[in-house]
């Protein structure tokens, strides 16, 4: 496969022609870069000096994003996006995707998905990582010929397509017909009443069946694409082609492994206190909506959130907010799922985040990748919440509780001493606040530390003209022995 077709040079050429934009923003992840100068100089022999190109690279955030900011510091007009991507809907620029092709053994995946149509008495349903999409076509007619030729009445495998090749958030998705997927399975989409839509694919599904009755066969690597699919769809049986070995891999324990863990981290979200909400994307469309909805959240659940905005989290990073008991993480779906065995707090995701904090929420299965399936909260929920505020509030001062004259004057003395034995307790409050996870701020936390920073005291509140340092290295200054 030549350079051109790879990076689809003449269809972004068009793209950027057709559309009369003239400062493009060509984004790479760090595995590409190296081809950045030769796809420019492309992309500048077929457009001419009528478009300026610029290249970004190291985004503040995942790759797999359209990063947004970093275009805008260009005054971009689009962004074209090479490799992986999440396909998350953009804020304010429109977007090419060219997601690559990766070499494949068309023959010998076609045989592979053969085998599980007539071994497996599943209908089978082919989802694929995006990198693939260039060989769909040809995959769908090697096994239509495999059909034909065998003589035994096999179900057709329902294959996914992919959602859109480019986005413009002034409108919807703009599907890009090419040359490379531009057949459809109209009996699929004819049949179809229940359609699903996950990284970049959609596919839809007979209206008697069920997505459990379904075996995934799933063609491309171990990534984050294919651990959003496991999850979401943990009670399929799941199969994966693997491209470069050219062989099926199944494992069933490994995304229930992945569940466990989750599981725990929510159970462990629950005893938190104080909760950093971690803002991971600043591009993606309805991110605002969906931190102010983790702030009414846990507001709601009476814990303490601090929004904090600090590009790709870390353990170092993150170790800089030791009060925050948990972190909420709000990012594309394919990097939500943040390996936080070795940071101080665990991290999890919006969806985890309901499950810890919403009042009689249990865990039946299901997990929700897309933050933006939480966007809403249902009227249901919202009444049950008003009718609980309601209930607790009319606990501790009844009607018949209202008090005045001798009753009333009791009443103050018992607050006063509450009070004071409020105060007493204080201190072995605040000692117990930095090993036990009490806090309920990060003032309350602040101020139970030993150290606080630096604080100059003087006895003398006018400022002074200056102050004589201390001289000589940290390993030793002149003053000291």
Not at 257 to 285: F, Q, S
Not at 314 to 328: G, R, T, W
Not at 446 to 452: E, H, N, V
């Amino acid at each position: 496969m030549d350079f051109a077709s790879r990076y689809e040079i003449s269809t972004t050429a068009e793209f950027v022609r057709s559309r009369g934009y003239k400062r493009v923003a060509l984004q790479f992840p760090d595995e590409l870069l190296d081809d950045a100068t030769r796809v420019a100089k492309a992309l500048r022999a077929e457009l001419g000096k009528g478009v300026a190109l610029y290249v970004m690279a190291d985004t503040a955030y995942g790759s797999c994003c359209v990063d947004e900011v970093a275009a805008s510091h260009v005054d971009a007009d689009c962004v074209v996006h090479y490799g992986h991507a999440c396909c998350s809907p953009t804020s304010t620029l429109p977007a090419l995707f060219v997601f690559g092709k990766m070499p494949i053994n068309v023959n010998i995946c076609a045989e592979s998905l053969y085998n599980c149509l007539s071994t497996s008495e599943k209908p089978v349903l082919v989802l694929f990582g995006l990198e693939f999409a260039h060989v769909l076509d040809s995959i769908k007619r090697e096994i239509a010929n495999k059909l034909s030729e065998s003589g035994v009445t096999l179900p057709e495998p329902i294959f996914a397509d992919v959602s859109c090749f480019s986005i413009d958030p002034t409108k919807m998705y703009i599907t890009e017909e090419r040359d490379t997927n531009a057949e459809s399975d109209d009996r699929n989409k004819s049949n179809a009443s229940s359609s699903y839509t996950l990284g970049g694919l959609t596919w839809g599904i007979p209206a008697d069946h069920r997505i459990e009755q379904y075996l995934l066969f799933w063609i491309g690597s171990d990534n984050p694409a294919f651990t959003n699919v496991m999850l979401m769809f943990n009670s399929c049986e799941t199969v994966r082609y693997d491209a470069k070995e050219n062989c099926l891999v199944k494992d069933r324990n490994l995304h229930r492994k992945i569940l466990n863990r989750r599981y725990y981290l929510v159970e462990k979200a629950k005893d938190a206190n104080i909760v950093g909400i971690l803002v991971g994307t600043l591009g993606i469309a309805g991110y605002l909506n969906m931190v102010q909805q983790m702030k009414k959240l846990i507001e709601k659940a009476g814990k303490k959130s601090y929004t904090l905005v600090m590009g790709r989290p870390s353990a170092a990073k993150l170790a800089n907010f030791p009060e925050c008991d948990v972190f909420v993480y709000v990012s594309c779906a394919q990097t939500a799922l943040l390996d936080s065995k070795e940071f101080l707090a665990p991290v999890i995701t919006p969806f985890e985040a309901m499950l810890a904090f919403q009042r009689g929420s249990q865990w039946t299965g299901e997990y929700v990748i897309e933050f933006r399936n939480l966007m809403q909260i249902s009227e249901r929920e919202v009444r049950e919440g008003k009718e609980e505020e309601e209930r607790r509030s009319s606990v501790f001062f009844p009607s018949g509780w209202l008090l005045d004259g001798d009753e009333h004057e009791e009443r103050s003395v018992v607050l006063a001493e509450l009070t004071q034995k409020a105060l007493s307790l204080k201190k072995e409050q605040a000692d117990s606040i930095l090993f036990k996870g009490t806090a309920k701020s990060g003032a309350e936390f602040l101020a139970a530390r030993s150290y606080t920073g630096l604080n100059m005291q003087h006895d003398d509140s006018l400022p002074q003209a200056f102050v004589i340092g201390r001289t000589g290295r940290a390993a030793g200054y002149n003053d000291e022995k």
